[in-house]
């Protein structure tokens, strides 16, 4: 079975820092482009960073831009989002994807909440 975990998430104050993981079962990571998506309390789910195969292209929302960074770790098949100057408009569920072929696999997310 494929599934997704991502973990790393918590409580943190304004202006904190998080680093999130998604690891992967079923399947490796290292062959496939891998996206992070946060879900908000009565919001639909958006899309706030991916990175290629390779890592050698990464996009954000224009929300995070300057803040977040997104890195893999081939050898560890592992994918990060570092997500620094945390804000409270960046509470929310975040999920990381995989698209193979036309299936979306998600995880079952982590929550990470900013408040002081």
């Known amino acids: 079975q494929l599934q997704l975990v991502e973990s790393g998430g918590g409580l943190v104050q304004p202006g ?8 992967a079962s079923g399947f490796t990571l290292d062959y496939f482009a891998v996206g992070w998506f946060r879900q908000a309390p009565g919001k639909e789910r958006e899309g706030v960073s ?7 292209s990464k ?6 831009k300057g803040r977040f960074a997104i890195s893999r ?31 979306d696999f998600w995880g079952q997310g982590t929550l990470v909440t900013v408040s002081s």
């Open 50 to 56: 991916c990175i290629s195969v390779s890592g050698g």
């Open 73 to 103: 770790d081939n050898a560890k098949k592992m994918v990060y989002l570092q997500m620094n100057s945390l804000k409270p408009e960046d509470t929310a569920v975040y999920y990381c994807n995989v698209r193979i072929f036309t299936r």
């Open 59 to 64: 996009n954000y929302a224009d929300s995070v």
């Open 16 to 23: 904190g820092s998080l680093r999130l993981s998604c690891a």
